[in-house]
Protein backbone atom coordinates (compact mmCIF):
# COMPACT_ATOMS: atom_id res chain seq x y z
CA UNK A 1 0.00 0.00 0.00
CA UNK A 2 1.23 3.13 -1.08
CA UNK A 3 0.74 6.07 1.33
CA UNK A 4 -0.55 9.38 0.37
CA UNK A 5 2.26 12.41 2.12
CA UNK A 6 0.62 15.55 1.63
CA UNK A 7 2.73 18.77 2.61
CA UNK A 8 0.86 21.21 4.39
CA UNK A 9 1.41 25.12 4.00
CA UNK A 10 0.38 27.96 2.15
CA UNK A 11 0.27 28.19 -1.78
CA UNK A 12 2.48 30.87 -3.91
CA UNK A 13 -1.12 32.08 -4.72
CA UNK A 14 -2.22 32.69 -1.01
CA UNK A 15 0.76 34.13 0.05
CA UNK A 16 1.05 36.62 -2.53
CA UNK A 17 -2.61 37.71 -1.98
CA UNK A 18 -1.84 38.52 1.48
CA UNK A 19 1.33 40.42 0.77
CA UNK A 20 -0.65 42.58 -1.52
CA UNK A 21 -3.94 43.01 1.25
CA UNK A 22 -0.94 44.34 3.64
CA UNK A 23 0.61 46.89 0.86
CA UNK A 24 -2.73 47.88 0.42
CA UNK A 25 -3.55 49.06 4.46
CA UNK A 26 0.14 50.23 4.44
CA UNK A 27 -0.27 52.69 1.85
CA UNK A 28 -4.18 53.80 3.50
CA UNK A 29 -2.17 53.77 6.73
CA UNK A 30 0.40 56.01 5.23
CA UNK A 31 -1.58 58.33 3.47
CA UNK A 32 -3.84 59.08 6.81
CA UNK A 33 -0.47 59.22 8.94
CA UNK A 34 0.39 62.27 6.44
CA UNK A 35 -2.28 64.39 6.68
CA UNK A 36 -2.48 63.89 10.84
CA UNK A 37 1.30 65.33 10.64
CA UNK A 38 0.22 68.14 7.87
CA UNK A 39 -2.39 68.99 10.39
CA UNK A 40 -0.31 68.47 13.58
CA UNK A 41 2.15 71.15 12.16
CA UNK A 42 -0.36 73.88 11.38
CA UNK A 43 -1.49 73.42 15.03
CA UNK A 44 1.67 74.10 16.34
CA UNK A 45 2.23 77.06 14.22
CA UNK A 46 -1.17 78.48 15.32
CA UNK A 47 -0.56 77.91 18.92
CA UNK A 48 2.99 79.21 18.27
CA UNK A 49 1.22 82.40 16.99
CA UNK A 50 -0.96 83.09 19.52
CA UNK A 51 1.42 82.65 21.73
CA UNK A 52 3.51 85.51 20.10
CA UNK A 53 -0.39 87.75 20.69
CA UNK A 54 0.53 86.31 24.21
CA UNK A 55 3.55 87.85 24.48
CA UNK A 56 3.21 90.76 22.37
CA UNK A 57 0.49 91.69 25.19
CA UNK A 58 2.89 91.43 27.80
CA UNK A 59 5.19 93.65 26.34
CA UNK A 60 2.78 96.26 25.55
CA UNK A 61 1.66 96.05 29.59
CA UNK A 62 5.33 96.39 30.21
CA UNK A 63 6.55 99.37 28.39
CA UNK A 64 3.54 101.21 27.11
CA UNK A 65 3.96 100.25 23.12
CA UNK A 66 5.07 97.08 21.10
CA UNK A 67 8.62 97.94 21.11
CA UNK A 68 10.95 100.09 17.76
CA UNK A 69 9.83 99.32 14.16
CA UNK A 70 10.36 95.95 13.06
CA UNK A 71 12.06 95.74 9.48
CA UNK A 72 9.83 96.60 6.19
CA UNK A 73 6.77 93.85 5.99
CA UNK A 74 7.42 90.36 5.76
CA UNK A 75 11.31 90.72 7.18
CA UNK A 76 11.90 88.43 10.14
CA UNK A 77 11.08 89.03 13.52
CA UNK A 78 14.19 91.18 14.45
CA UNK A 79 14.22 94.38 17.12
CA UNK A 80 12.13 95.67 19.31
CA UNK A 81 9.83 93.18 21.42
CA UNK A 82 10.25 90.81 18.58
CA UNK A 83 13.82 90.43 20.81
CA UNK A 84 12.48 90.51 23.99
CA UNK A 85 13.29 87.43 26.14
CA UNK A 86 11.55 88.99 29.57
CA UNK A 87 8.03 88.69 27.40
CA UNK A 88 9.13 85.68 25.67
CA UNK A 89 8.75 86.85 22.21
CA UNK A 90 12.32 85.93 21.23
CA UNK A 91 11.84 81.91 21.69
CA UNK A 92 8.44 82.75 19.91
CA UNK A 93 9.82 84.74 16.81
CA UNK A 94 12.65 81.95 16.57
CA UNK A 95 12.55 79.39 13.55
CA UNK A 96 13.45 76.43 15.33
CA UNK A 97 10.13 76.34 16.87
CA UNK A 98 8.38 75.69 13.38
CA UNK A 99 7.65 72.67 11.42
CA UNK A 100 9.42 74.00 8.68
CA UNK A 101 12.65 75.74 10.94
CA UNK A 102 11.65 78.83 9.49
CA UNK A 103 11.01 81.62 11.41
CA UNK A 104 7.56 84.67 11.17
CA UNK A 105 7.13 87.17 9.29
CA UNK A 106 6.10 90.22 11.39
CA UNK A 107 5.46 94.24 10.32
CA UNK A 108 5.14 97.11 13.00
CA UNK A 109 3.94 100.49 12.53
CA UNK A 110 5.42 103.79 12.90
CA UNK A 111 7.05 104.88 16.76
CA UNK A 112 6.01 104.63 19.60
CA UNK A 113 4.71 100.99 17.76
CA UNK A 114 0.95 100.62 18.65
CA UNK A 115 0.00 97.97 16.01
CA UNK A 116 1.65 94.71 14.62
CA UNK A 117 1.20 91.71 12.63
CA UNK A 118 2.87 88.23 12.77
CA UNK A 119 2.62 85.50 9.95
CA UNK A 120 3.61 82.10 9.09
CA UNK A 121 3.36 79.80 5.95
CA UNK A 122 0.99 76.45 7.36
CA UNK A 123 -0.01 73.87 4.79
CA UNK A 124 -3.22 74.86 3.69
CA UNK A 125 -3.75 74.94 0.02
CA UNK A 126 -6.84 77.16 0.67
CA UNK A 127 -5.32 79.65 3.15
CA UNK A 128 -1.21 78.89 3.00
CA UNK A 129 -0.82 81.23 5.76
CA UNK A 130 -2.13 81.98 9.53
CA UNK A 131 -1.86 85.31 10.82
CA UNK A 132 -2.13 87.27 14.23
CA UNK A 133 -2.23 90.85 14.88
CA UNK A 134 -2.76 93.40 17.89
CA UNK A 135 -6.45 93.90 17.18
CA UNK A 136 -6.85 90.15 18.37
CA UNK A 137 -7.36 88.58 14.64
CA UNK A 138 -5.81 85.28 14.26
CA UNK A 139 -6.94 83.68 11.36
CA UNK A 140 -6.25 81.17 8.23
CA UNK A 141 -5.18 83.49 4.93
CA UNK A 142 -6.10 82.59 1.26
CA UNK A 143 -3.67 82.03 -1.20
CA UNK A 144 -2.74 85.72 -3.07
CA UNK A 145 -3.62 87.72 0.12
CA UNK A 146 -1.87 90.92 0.88
CA UNK A 147 0.67 90.43 3.80
CA UNK A 148 0.58 93.18 6.43
CA UNK A 149 3.15 96.61 5.60
CA UNK A 150 4.81 98.76 7.87
CA UNK A 151 1.34 100.99 6.73
CA UNK A 152 -0.91 98.82 7.54
CA UNK A 153 0.18 96.09 9.96
CA UNK A 154 -3.07 94.64 10.43
CA UNK A 155 -3.96 90.85 9.20
CA UNK A 156 -6.88 91.89 6.04
Known amino acids: MKSKTTSRGF ?3 ELLVVIAIIGILSSVVLASLSTARSKGNNAKTQGQLAS ?3 AAEIYYDTNGNYGAVAAISGATCTGGMWSDSASG ?5 TGTNYYD ?3 PKCSTDANPTTKYAAWHAISDAANPNFCVDSSGVAKKEPSGWT ?3 TASPMCP
Open 11 to 13: TLI
Open 147 to 149: APT
Open 101 to 103: STA
Open 89 to 93: MLSLT
Open 52 to 54: VRN
